[in-house]
T-cell receptor
């Protein structure tokens, strides 16, 4: 099973709202990732968790707050976002060690 | 930093023909490469990968070729079908970084009926 699931599929939020994106994988992967993707662009890495610890933060603004409650789950907490944060947010998982990353379907986020 | 790039942003292919999508990379130390397919409204889907100790790898209807001499990667799709219409990204895994993939800009493939 190479499935990574993400919820919700779509999210519309105001700039004062607090919301969370959720990601789950049951492949036993040790690394989980958050990416942001704008239209017609490649995914941009935001965060990497390895063994449930944050190992990479690509200078992401603090209005994005990741959390890894356990080895299968990854959350992205959103607060006080800006309209330019509207994008497709992708979760991925992998074994690390420059191995394949498997992506979820993404959450389409719109900030009003 | 080192980047992975694509030669063409778009490719139009007649159904049934073979497609070739190209990608150039600049980090000669990279040892792992992946091709992803992304359909509209979906996440990137793994197609095929190749390590630097190989120069060719075949999957179902797809072949990846790696030319380390000129730092060039290509994806060949045999007998292209309408369902192959998508954006294709190559990605590079540098050996010194355990987690990061560097993505190319992507090639949009459109299959003509």
């Amino acid at each position: 099973d190479t499935e990574v699931t993400q919820t919700p599929k779509h999210l519309v939020m105001g700039m004062t709202n607090k919301k969370s994106l959720k990601c789950e994988q049951h492949m036993g992967h040790r690394a989980m990732y958050w990416y942001k993707q704008k239209a017609k662009k490649p995914p941009e890495l935001m965060f990497v968790y390895s063994y449930e610890k944050l190992s990479i933060n690509e200078s992401v603004p603090s209005r994005f707050s990741p959390e890894c409650p356990n080895s299968s789950l990854l959350n992205l907490h959103l607060h006080a976002l800006q309209p330019e944060d509207s994008a497709l947010y992708l979760c991925a998982s992998g074994r690390g060690n420059t191995d394949t990353q498997y992506f979820g379907p993404g959450t389409r986020l719109t900030v009003l | 930093g080192e980047n992975v790039g694509l030669h063409l942003p778009t490719l139009s292919v007649q159904e049934g023909d073979n497609s070739i999508i190209n990608c150039a990379y600049s980090n000669s130390a990279s040892d792992y490469f992946i091709w992803y397919k992304q359909e509209s409204g979906k996440g990137p889907q793994f197609i095929i990968d190749i390590r630097s100790n190989m120069d060719k790898r075949q999957g179902q209807r797809v072949t990846v070729l790696l030319n380390k001499t000129v730092k060039h990667l290509s994806l060949q799709i045999a007998a292209t079908q309408p369902g192959d219409s998508a954006v294709y990204f190559c990605a590079e895994g540098p050996p010194q970084d355990d987690y990061k993939l560097s993505f190319g800009a992507g090639t949009t493939v459109t299959v003509r009926a």
